[in-house]
């Protein structure tokens, strides 16, 4: 095993210690999501549900004997989510999709009470955007929406890859992303546009990052700060 799969697997482990016996989890999607659903079938936690981001690890969580529900199921809120990322900033913001599930992901993240976000330490990256950035687009649009890529100075290329949801993926190269909640807010504004894969609206709160020094936990800074 390479030395990221091996941060990926030692971050996943330390993220069983987050699920709630008894609640709901949701349930995120890739290679270190795999890692994060065979530890916890070892560790014998019990979850009342999964709630899944995609069907390949509904599939992963069956496959172990957990329960999957949908999210249409439940009326309240889901306390857990724990997936993986792409790239991470400092503020807890990150680019998500390299999967191509980002739509479901960010459905069952923004009905989650806490994001554990779980990566190897080479996502950590001090500003988003080397990674080419995914976006669920509906067919019919992909064309108009490469063309406004391209008047944001992105170099957009259609993935090979048909969603969960019958959607294309484009992949914006080249983008420099220093305000990563703005440029979601107004990606998302693009007709024909499903997800983008920035999540700064709904980012991580906590970050455990599998380091050749072991993992590192970090807490989402907090906006608000105590009067002294
Ligand atoms: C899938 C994702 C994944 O979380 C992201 O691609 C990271 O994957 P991996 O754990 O395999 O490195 O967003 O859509």
């Given amino acids: 095993m390479d030395l990221q799969t091996q941060q990926k697997q030692k971050a996943a482990e330390a993220a069983v210690e987050y699920v709630v016996e008894g609640e709901y989890l949701g349930v995120g999607t890739g290679s270190t999501v795999s890692f994060f659903i065979g530890a916890l079938a070892q560790s014998g936690k019990k979850v009342k549900a999964c709630i899944s981001s995609s069907e390949a690890t509904t599939r992963q969580l069956l496959a172990f004997g957990f329960p999957v ?13 724990v997936d993986g990322c792409d790239e991470i ?7 998500k999709g390299g999967g191509a599930a980002l739509t479901g992901e960010k459905i069952v993240a923004q009905a989650s009470d ?3 976000c779980i990566a190897d330490e080479s996502k950590l990256v001090k500003q988003l955007g080397a990674f080419p950035l995914p976006l669920e687009v509906i067919p019919k649009a992909v064309e108009q929406i490469m063309v406004s890529m391209k008047g944001i100075r992105g170099e957009p290329t259609v993935r090979e890859v048909i969603t969960d949801y019958g959607n294309n993926i484009i992949d914006v190269k080249g ?21 983008c894969g920035i999540f700064a609206k709904r980012g991580a709160d906590i970050l455990i990052l599998g380091t050749p020094d072991g993992v590192k936990i970090t807490k989402k800074k907090s906006k608000f700060s105590l009067k002294k």
């Fill in 69 to 81: 529900i949908e999210l249409n199921e439940i009326e309240g809120r889901i306390p857990v989510y």
């Fill in 89 to 95: 900033d400092p503020n807890f913001n990150m680019i």
């Fill in 114 to 116: 806490k994001f554990v």
């Fill in 175 to 195: 983008l420099q992303i220093k305000e990563p909640l703005k440029l979601e807010e107004a990606i998302n504004q693009l007709p024909g546009l499903v997800t």
